[in-house]
């Protein structure tokens, strides 16, 4: 076993050597490129757009917005969700509460607030058929000509509903508006670093893209639609495991805009567990995954040629983590069957010599992303503290997942129905089988 290790590691040693030194310089430099763009595209967004004091936008026309609220088993959240929707200033709104199918008091909760409300209705189905289906369903019973899509754990600031129409009514061609989700629990250690994730990752990835014209991935826990936009792209697919990644890719393949509004603030639950976190991120790898599978087609059509750089983006992530997995797999089996390795391949698979230069930029990342977030969040600089653990809950975790979940993407069959899954929202014991993350 040992020799077949030995010959499969050492295999035509020149190619093994070229391959592992430009696979280390990659797993090195990537990360340290994006971060770089990261930064400079979201400081650029942020002296364009964002400078200043937010006030609450005063619009030409109020239109009519339906909130879609799908659920499943949501007893614990669905009251305050809908009393937060209930609080906003906006005042052309409906709020519609799909129950998918659940099997706790999530119904009855929904029922009272009906009859409470008049602006409150709900659709109750008597299957589970995923988040998707539960939307496309609402669509139809929907009166507004704006959507505003939530999760049922989501508490939305009270202006957050004005934030999100005004790109609506300032500009014909917008098709969807993604808000700016933080982070409401921040008892546990993964929590605190995921407040600090959204932050210095997911909000300066999106301000660049914003920058560069294309946002391609809609945060599914607080979205707004023009309807029109929704029918021209063919709504949600009911067999995507992300279906609001999906959905961008659909929009934005239909020439319409995608705005990211960061002061429309909604407050969500995040995992607390490793379990939790991990069949989260397993969802959102093997969802990207599933994206790139089904929108390659863009890549020949020169119409979309915008777009080509992000797809690039995509599939450069994915090839990262193979790459990484990879590269410390054959050096942790090195190590572990005591093989002695060319001089060149003696250290680890990452280039040691400027590691304190990886160390720099990722601190230097989170400074930036302080900087821009603390007017939405200014408790934020207390949780950043714990971004020494950064490295491990974001990149070795999204290895991870992307490695395990690639498979199941590219083997799935198409047209299997995505159903609800059991989250993990706080430290609380998660629901038998709640909605997703």
């Not at 754990?153 to 509903?161: H, M, N, R």
């Not at 639950?269 to 599978?293: D, K, M, S």
């Amino acid at each position: 076993m040992v020799d077949f290790i030995r010959d499969l590691l050492l295999f035509y040693p020149p190619v093994f050597l070229l391959v592992w030194m430009i696979g280390a310089n990659f797993v090195f430099f990537y990360p340290i490129f994006m971060s770089v763009i990261w930064m400079v595209g979201a400081s650029i967004f942020y002296w364009r757009y964002e400078r200043g004091s937010p006030q609450e936008p005063v619009l030409k026309r109020y239109p009519m917005v339906s909130v879609l609220i799908p659920g499943r088993n949501e007893e614990e959240s669905i009251r305050e969700t809908v009393e937060g929707v209930l609080a906003q200033t906006y005042p052309n709104l409906e709020i519609i509460v799909i129950n998918d199918a659940s099997t706790d008091r999530t119904l009855e909760i929904v029922q009272e607030l009906a009859a409470a409300h008049d602006r409150v209705r709900y659709l109750s189905l008597r299957e589970n058929m995923g988040k998707a289906n539960a939307m496309n369903y609402a669509f139809f019973m929907s009166r507004g000509e704006i959507l505003v899509c939530i999760d049922a754990d989501c508490i939305l600031d009270p202006q957050a509903v004005t934030w999100m129409v005004a790109p609506f009514v300032k500009n014909n061609r917008v098709g969807a508006v993604t808000g700016n989700p933080r982070v409401k629990n921040r008892t546990s250690l993964l929590a605190k670093v995921q407040t600090a994730e959204y932050a210095s990752v997911i909000g300066l990835i999106k301000r660049t893209q914003r920058l560069l014209g294309k946002v391609m991935t809609i945060s599914g826990v607080i979205a707004a639609f023009r309807k029109r936009a929704l029918l021209d792209a063919g709504l949600w697919d009911t067999d995507m495991v992300t279906e609001d990644i999906n959905v961008s890719w659909k929009i934005e393949r239909k020439f319409w805009a995608i705005q990211y509004e960061l002061n429309a603030i909604g407050w969500i639950l995040v995992p607390e567990t490793i379990g939790g976190f991990w069949r989260q991120r397993v969802r959102w790898a093997q969802g990207g995954v599933e994206v790139l599978n089904r929108h390659v087609s863009l890549l020949h059509d020169s119409r979309t040629r915008r777009l080509w750089p992000l797809y690039l983006d995509y599939g450069m992530s994915v090839l990262w983590s193979f790459t990484f997995i990879g590269l410390s797999s054959a050096w942790l089996l090195a190590k572990l069957f005591q093989i002695e390795l060319p001089a060149e391949l003696a250290g680890s698979p990452f280039p040691e010599w400027n590691g304190s230069v990886a160390a720099m930029v990722c601190l230097l990342q989170f400074i930036v992303s302080l900087a821009l977030d603390k007017k939405y969040d200014s408790t934020l600089p207390r949780y950043y503290l714990w971004v020494i653990w950064y490295p491990l809950f974001y990149w070795l975790f999204s290895a991870l997942t992307t490695v395990y979940a690639t498979p199941r993407a590219l083997l799935k069959q198409k047209g299997i129905r995505a159903i609800w899954k059991s989250p993990d929202r706080g430290l609380k014991a998660p629901n038998t089988d709640g909605t997703g993350d």
